[in-house]
Nanobody, 126 residues
Framework: QVQLVESGGGSVQAGGSLTLSCAAS????????MGWFRQAAGKEREGVAA???????TYATFVKGRFTISKDNAKNTLYLQMNSLKPEDTAMYYC????????????????????WGQGTQVTVSS
């Protein structure tokens, strides 16, 4: 059974940094496409970053240059390094996974993922 557990969220001031982790179990992450999504209060869930099986990455325009997605296959864990955080980055952050290849262009769409974690809250104050 595929399980995803996020951690690392918290409260920071604008300009600060956080690193989110997503521990996966029930499958091997190197065989899955994975992504990070976020959902702010009253808004739809949106794609933040994605990493394909071949480790190519895709980022939403609003996080390019500030966030970095990566994975550690040995630890079966996905990461999201977030720098230069802004108040508008405040949201619940979710990791997601799907088996097999997912083209980079499709990596930021929620409909393309089968498995989701419960989320970790990130709050950025001004």
């Amino acid at each position: 059974q595929v399980q995803l557990v996020e951690s690392g969220g918290g409260s920071v001031q604008a300009g600060g940094s956080l690193t989110l982790s997503c521990a996966a179990s029930g499958y091997i992450i190197r065989t899955y496409s994975m992504g990070w999504f976020r959902q702010a209060a009253g808004k739809e869930r949106e794609g933040v970053a994605a990493i394909a099986i071949g480790d190519s990455t895709t980022y939403a325009t609003f996080v390019k240059g500030r966030f970095t997605i990566s994975k550690d296959n040995a630890k079966n864990t996905l990461y999201l390094q977030m720098n230069s955080l802004k108040p508008e980055d405040t949201a619940m952050y979710y990791c997601a996974a799907r088996g097999g290849f997912l083209a980079s262009a499709a990596g930021l769409f929620t409909a393309n993922y089968a498995y989701w974690g419960q989320g970790t809250q990130v709050t950025v104050s001004s």
